[in-house]
């Protein structure tokens, strides 16, 4: 996890990010500006940052797409190193969804250069 500075400026802008995308669905509609990935990314790291591990159900409701599709979505996140399997060592049964330490940190490098371009946008 990153610093509480660092969660204090990505956060809400993360929370943004997701508003817009709903937002975008609401408007324009999913079939046109689908992103399940991104929008999986984006709620892990709320959930990263909430202390919370989310598992696929939720996850695929995060992206809007059934299940099975959000399982082949995940196996290609973890094939690319974005995002970890981990056990619920509670129920052994149920595996969460975490964000890996490097990709945390690119996302946060995502985040410092969009908060830069909409400070820069909204100063021209």
Request: hydrophobic share 45%.
């Amino acid at each position: 996890m990153d610093s509480p500075g660092a969660a204090n400026r990505h956060l809400p802008l993360c929370r943004a990010l997701i508003r817009q995308r709903e937002l975008v669905t609401d408007l324009v509609g999913s079939m046109l500006c689908a992103n399940p990935v991104w929008d999986m990314l984006l709620d892990l790291y709320v959930a990263d940052h909430e202390g919370r591990l989310p598992y696929i159900w939720p996850l695929s409701v995060a992206g809007k797409v059934p299940i099975s599709s959000a399982h082949r979505k995940i196996d290609a996140m973890v094939q690319q190193g974005l995002v970890i399997r981990v056990i619920d060592e509670s129920d052994r049964r149920r595996v969460g969804i975490q964000l890996t330490a490097e990709f945390r940190e690119r996302l946060e490098l995502l985040f410092d250069r969009l908060m830069l371009a909409f400070h820069d946008a909204s100063c021209s």
